[in-house]
């Protein structure tokens, strides 16, 4: 569903007018749900590793050199697999481990066998630390999640399921106000909440191979 029709949605439970585009209102009303709705579409990503949210990356490695930027990875980025130029996934290790071995073997190089989450740089970007440090430039492969870009135009759209969005930013509104067409904020939770339940059942059984867990 488009940012459009989202606000639209919205809009039309609140008993007002809809809009032919959401650039240039200076309407108050229009301007909180256009915030109402980013806000509630924010919640239903981080709510479930949507399969609609995935993502990859490709890192080149420079040698001799132990940290990589995942360029593109600031928008709340969850890590599934970190895979060598084989194919072959590198087994996380704690950052605590990775820096005693960083430190215990300073200037050994190897192809890399392990990697931890070092933070992120400035502009919000995850940067990994591999251990040991690469002995030769190799291309990386990351998989994982990350939510969508901010809604902005009308046609920007949302990766996610339109129910609980919708109905979260309504429940905003509705506590703006007081009440929205005679419901109140917790019972419009209530509906997004279920709404939510369903979709994530749905996308799990889905992807069903990549919500199975193991003990290890």
Known sequence: MTYLKLVNAVLVRMREDSVTTVAGSDDVVVQLVKEFVNDAKAI??????????????????????????????????????????????????SKAEITRRSVRDAGKTNDPRYYAVDGKE?????RIQLWPAPKA?????????????????DTDVLLVPAQPVIYTA????????????????????????S??????????????????????
């Open 44 to 93: 239903v990503e981080n709510a479930h590793t949507w399969s609609g949210l995935s993502a990859s990356w490709s890192v080149a490695t420079s040698a001799s050199t132990d940290k990589v930027v995942l360029t593109g990875s600031a928008r709340s980025a969850i890590l599934g697999e970190v895979l060598d130029a084989a194919g072959n996934p590198l087994p996380v290790m």
């Open 122 to 126: 400035a502009n919000g970007d995850v």
């Open 137 to 153: 430039v190799q291309t990386l492969t990351v998989t994982g999640y990350q939510n969508g870009a901010e809604l902005e135009a």
């Open 170 to 193: 309504q429940a905003m509104a509705a506590r703006e106000r007081g009440e929205v067409g005679g419901q109140t904020p917790s019972e419009l939770l209530a509906i997004a909440g």
């Open 195 to 216: 709404y939510l339940g369903d979709e994530i059942a749905k996308d799990a059984s889905n992807s069903n191979p990549d919500n199975i867990w193991t003990s290890v």
